[in-house]
């Protein structure tokens, strides 16, 4: 499974950079998502990296202030998140995706980690 950090209660306008690391395999070849599930709301989908191939997927409600970024050396995905408001606050899970592409971004997913808190308040 993955271990998600990096979340916090932020300012709205403020920026927080999330960090997913798997627990005992590899990122290679692997195609990781982030999503993220509000209060009251189902799990939604976030963003996805190929990381055999670079290729990555946001939803539409992502495009413009997330970037998911993989770091092969550290064996970490990234999620970048600027200009954030009190509609981001949930928490925010990594897990691989069976299907990451420019166009897709499709189950089953798999290797859920614990999450990570993201609050955005003034």
């Known amino acids: 499974q993955f271990v998600e950090s990096g979340g916090g209660l932020v300012q709205p306008g403020g920026s927080l950079r999330l960090s997913c690391v798997p627990s005992g395999f590899n990122l290679d070849f692997e195609k990781m998502g982030w999503f993220r599930q509000a209060p009251g709301k189902?799990?939604?989908?976030?963003?996805?990296?190929?990381?055999?191939d670079g290729e990555t997927h946001y939803a539409d409600s992502a495009k413009g202030r997330f970037t998911i970024s993989l770091d092969n050396a550290k064996n970490t995905v990234f999620l970048q998140i600027g200009s954030l408001n009190v509609e981001d606050t949930a928490v925010y899970y990594c897990a691989t995706s069976a299907y990451c592409s420019t166009y897709m971004f499709e189950g089953p997913y798999d290797y859920w980690g614990q999450g990570t808190q993201v609050t955005v308040s003034s």
Do not use: W
Request: proline share 0%.
């Open 42 to 52: 189902e799990r939604e989908k976030v963003a996805c990296i190929n990381s055999s």
